[in-house]
Antibody
Framework: QVQLVESGGGLVKPGGSLRLSCAAS????????MSWIRQAPGKGLEWVSY????????YYADSVKGRFTISRDNAENTLFLQMHRLRAEDTAVYYC????????????????WGQGTQVTVSS | DIQMTQSPSSLSASVGDRVTITCRAS??????LNWYQQKPGKAPKLLIY???SLQSGVPSRFSGSGSGTDFTLTISSLQREDFATYYC?????????FGRGTQVEIK
């Protein structure tokens, strides 16, 4: 079955860095677009970034552009999110999510989500 | 950015009730509208994609409708396991944006 397991979260000081990983299994990882989506405590969902199956197409939310980098290793079935210059407002649960394969490439929904990893930015 | 406005923000309903949640986009998104269900402490779950397509494994009491800017999620007969928060999301344009959620509570 499809499994997405995030890791790498933790407590970091403002201005610090973290690298999140998402290990995928149960499907052909290299066929699917992937996203990172976050949820601040008690708040709604905020899309952060997505990457195409080959890694050639990447988009970021304005709130993280220039500070976060999404990447993937299709040989290792792993998605990454490198986060620099972290701010208090980046505190959230970070989910990785797989995109459903449909003809509408780039507009497909996220059909499977991991359990999330907590990132806390605080001094 | 496309703004997604969900209503109501919360509702109370009884088991067996018909429940309707609406989502309005600030500009046309064609049919690129998805609905997710989230229970406390859990990841969101895809229910409906492309406005009206039922995700595999999701009970048929869930249905979606709409196109352009106005969309609806309907639960035809609310079950105990449906008490959760529901989010709409547009996947027409980047950045993808979500509604603020509708919390469905037990009356």
């Amino acid at each position: 079955q499809v499994q997405l397991v995030e890791s790498g979260g933790g407590l970091v000081k403002p201005g610090g860095s973290l690298r999140l990983s998402c290990a995928a299994s149960g499907f052909t990882f290299s066929d699917h677009y992937m996203s990172w989506i976050r949820q601040a405590p008690g708040k709604g969902l905020e899309w952060v970034s997505y990457i195409s199956n080959s890694g050639s197409t990447i988009y970021y939310a304005d709130s993280v552009k220039g500070r976060f980098t999404i990447s993937r290793d299709n040989a290792e079935n792993t998605l990454f999110l490198q986060m620099h210059r972290l701010r208090a407002e980046d505190t959230a649960v970070y989910y990785c999510a797989r995109h459903k394969i449909l003809a509408t490439i780039g507009r497909t929904p996220e059909d499977y989500w991991g359990q999330g990893t907590q990132v806390t930015v605080s001094s | 950015d496309i703004q997604m406005t969900q209503s109501p923000s919360s509702l109370s309903a009884s088991v067996g009730d018909r429940v309707t949640i609406t989502c309005r986009a600030s500009q046309s998104i064609s049919s690129y509208l998805n609905w997710y269900q989230q229970k406390p402490g859990k990841a969101p779950k895809l229910l409906i994609y492309d406005a009206l397509s039922l995700q595999s494994g999701v009970p048929s009491r869930f249905s979606g409708s709409g196109s352009g800017t106005d969309f609806t999620l309907t639960i035809s007969s609310l079950q105990r396991e449906d008490f959760a928060t529901y989010y709409c999301q547009q996947s027409h344009s980047k950045p993808r944006t979500f509604g603020r959620g509708t919390q469905v509570e037990i009356k």
